[in-house]
């Protein structure tokens, strides 16, 4: 079945296979250390807060901004459908559908 197949076809095929069983050896050796890579503190709670932090009342007013323009998109949308259907209701394809 693939003796006529093209042979650049294959030796990419074999190439990538090769080179994925390549990463997938290298993968599962790196995956067994013993030795943690960095500590990690007890709690969450006890991180100290970084300079990028956003204060509460930003994220909700972002939040709310981002719900109010999805409602919106969703209204424009369904008035594209609402519009369409009553459009085609109105006036009706003179073309006979076999459906």
Known sequence: M???AP???LLIAAIWVGLLLIGLARLSSCSCREVPLAEDPPSPLQRP???GAVPEEAIARTEGR???IMLGM???MMAVILVTGIAYA???SSKRSIF
């Open 66 to 68: 981002w719900l109010i």
């Open 74 to 76: 969703l209204g424009v």
């Open 2 to 4: 693939l003796k006529h």
């Open 49 to 51: 807060r970084t300079d």
């Open 90 to 92: 109105l006036h009706p």
């Open 7 to 9: 042979r650049g076809a």
